[in-house]
């Protein structure tokens, strides 16, 4: 018995999750790249779950504790967060704070081509890019690498075999697209959100809400998009998995156009939903945009 007992502490002592660098991320989308490349080694909390909306999210105290513990803290960055520098602040976090669109370059908004986007200098959807990921995963890689050198390999590891299936998903991506003719590439959404996947796939993507949700979309904004889907003939407009469907709703019966299913634009889904991490969220919406097209 003393030795089942000696046997089983030094296998919980030798545990990787006793071990593991303490990661807090910002959203669901973080988490699940902080994964990949941390693996074992990384003991992951998240702050906004999946199927949450991080622009309208309000921390609560646990979210202070679970900072307060964490080594590292994974953000996005380029103003997504509004409210990560005053948890950060309460929270007395001392840690390494790594922001994963460092060396992004963001549109900015004067620049977008959409008319229908309110309220922020720049958008921060930065991961609807798929080259742009990867170097969320350069930055992720090389701050975890620092932070726990001992794990260093894996971590490098585990990060050029992510990017090779990001290449793999780049290239399904371009491919599938390449059969839709451009005049018919235009995708009506509930908020502007997927504009670095616009410039990097050539699609156009319209919404009567801006890049946050807590700006309510205007009368105009509306009338307006309703006018060009009359106007461009377009059949399928799409819900997203964080925004009220109502707005959505409203448009479809003032143009007859159908709901063609829900993009997942800002967080993950469920486990058992079709979104559950980044490469599934991304074969999901392609395919739902793709067929929407045909």
Not at 110 to 135: C, R, Y
Not at 166 to 187: A, C, Q, T
Request: proline share 4%.
């Amino acid at each position: 018995m003393r030795y089942l007992l000696a046997l089983a502490l030094t296998v919980l002592l030798s545990s990787p999750s006793m071990a593991a660098l303490k990661v807090v991320t910002s959203f669901s989308i973080l988490a699940d790249i902080v994964k990949q490349i941390g693996g074992d080694h990384v003991a992951i909390d998240n702050i906004v779950g999946a199927n949450e909306d991080a622009h309208v999210f309000n921390p609560a105290p646990q979210h202070s504790v679970m900072l307060a513990k964490a080594d590292v803290v994974v953000v996005n960055g380029l103003g997504f967060e509004g409210w990560i520098d005053r948890l950060i602040k309460a929270s007395g976090f001392k840690g390494s704070v790594i922001v994963a669109s460092e060396g992004v370059k963001p549109i900015k908004l004067e620049e977008n081509t959409s008319t229908f986007h309110q309220g922020s200098p720049q958008d921060p959807h930065a991961w609807h890019s798929i080259p742009l990921v990867m170097k969320y995963v350069d930055n992720i890689s090389t701050a975890l690498q620092k932070s726990d050198p001992e794990h260093a390999k894996e971590f490098k590891r585990n990060a050029t075999s992510y990017k090779q299936r990001l290449r793999f998903l780049d290239e399904w991506v371009k491919d599938e697209l390449s059969r839709i003719d451009p005049k018919k590439r235009k995708v009506i959404t509930a908020h502007d959100a997927f504009q670095y996947f616009a410039h990097e796939y050539k699609i156009a993507f319209l919404a009567p809400q801006g890049v946050s949700t807590q700006a309510e979309a205007t009368p105009e904004a509306v009338k307006a998009l309703i006018d060009l889907i009359h106007k461009e003939d377009i059949k399928t407009i799409f819900v997203e998995n964080i925004t009220n469907e109502k707005q959505m709703q409203m448009i479809r019966e003032s143009t007859g156009a159908r709901i063609g299913g829900t993009l997942y634009s800002d967080a993950l889904s469920d486990v058992d939903g079709p979104a559950p991490d980044y490469v599934s969220l991304m074969k999901h919406n392609v395919s739902l945009i793709i067929s929407s097209m045909k």
